[in-house]
């Protein structure tokens, strides 16, 4: 079951995309409008496709920075998936068409932002860790 929590959840949105190019109809899936609102200014915001999973992909990212706040034997492997998410949205980014638009570069740079930190706080708990065996040591 903790193996369920290491897969990166932005793996999701990268094959939710991809299906959606692939299966749905192509980029024009895309840029179509789910959902309207009416806001109290008068001004109408619209969300399309695109739009609604880069808003999931930083919820998403927001759970991935808390996942990586737990130190456990479980965090090693999920640095690992979640680089090799990063480079699959790296490849698709540069070598499919349909990913080559500012959605995509934005949650190309979200798993990016998740690699990165996820690095930042194993090291600076190590450091910690670290610091704090040595002080033991001197005591």
């Known amino acids: ?22 299966l749905g109809g192509g980029g024009k899936t895309l840029y179509e409008t789910i959902i309207t609102f009416k806001l109290f200014s008068g ?8 739009g609604l999973l880069v808003l999931v992909g930083l919820v998403f990212l927001f759970f991935e920075v808390i996942k990586a706040t737990r130190p456990s034997n479980i965090s090693v492997i999920d640095h690992m998936l979640s680089t090799l998410v990063f480079i699959g949205f790296l490849i698709a980014f540069i070598a499919m068409p349909a990913a080559g638009n500012q959605f995509f570069l934005m949650l190309l740079i979200m798993s990016l932002f998740d690699v990165m930190a996820g690095f930042t706080v194993s090291i600076v708990s190590a450091r910690r860790d670290i610091g704090l065996e040595d002080k033991q040591l001197t005591d």
């Open 43 to 50: 001004a109408t915001l619209a969300i399309t496709t695109a």
């Open 1 to 22: 079951m903790r193996m369920i929590f290491a897969i990166p959840s932005l793996l999701w949105i990268l094959l939710a995309y991809l299906g959606i190019v692939y």
